[in-house]
């Protein structure tokens, strides 16, 4: 995921928004050029404020951020999907972060979930055997969800045009689950 945005200034909102909206319609462009599907943008932001000079209480001009949030849904091209909309976007553009995910966890879930649970069965067998009893039927089993991951996110950065792609590195991630599990003893 790619969490950018334009921030532009004007002298009027007017001139202010229609900038900003001419840079984002750059991005978006230059976005969909390198494969990005229209339904993998987001726009995620709009912020339109006055800006004060010298104590005055009357603006002396208005400054439009607008944010979007782009999937990116295949690594080997993030880098060049990355450059290519920060040149699109001149210098009005802005970097927010990148957060790289896994897009299908199911079959990771199911075998944390089954190795969680072999766990809660084997040291609630321990605990049965060093107290002398025998382990019994489940009574109840929960699970606790964790968070999803945060995205990490970068310092802002210049639109400095560069021939090459941003690189991209997929590291690692990990995959968790914890399971509650209440059994009878005998």
Request: proline residues 6%; charged residues 10%.
């Amino acid at each position: 995921m790619l969490y950018m945005g334009v921030q532009t200034n004007g002298s009027t909102v007017s001139a202010a928004l229609q900038g900003a909206n001419r840079a984002v319609r750059a991005v978006t462009g230059a976005l969909a050029r390198t494969g990005v599907r229209g339904s993998d943008i987001q726009t995620s932001g709009l912020s339109i404020q006055p800006d004060y000079t010298g104590g005055s209480a009357v603006p002396s001009g208005y400054g439009v951020s607008e944010s979007i949030d782009v999937t990116l849904r295949t690594l080997g091209a993030a880098g060049t999907q990355i450059s290519d909309a920060v040149r699109a976007g001149g210098n009005a553009t802005q970097v927010d972060g990148v957060s790289l995910n896994l897009n299908d966890t199911g079959s990771l879930l199911a075998a944390a979930r089954a190795k969680a649970a072999a766990d809660a069965r084997a040291k609630a067998a321990q605990y049965a055997r060093a107290l002398g009893l025998s382990l019994g039927p489940v009574v109840s089993v929960s699970e606790q969800h964790p968070a999803p991951p945060l995205p990490v996110f970068a310092a802002p950065s210049g639109a400095r045009a560069t021939p090459s792609p941003v690189p991209v590195s997929p590291g690692s991630q990990q995959v968790t689950v914890t399971v509650t599990a209440v059994f009878a003893l005998g």
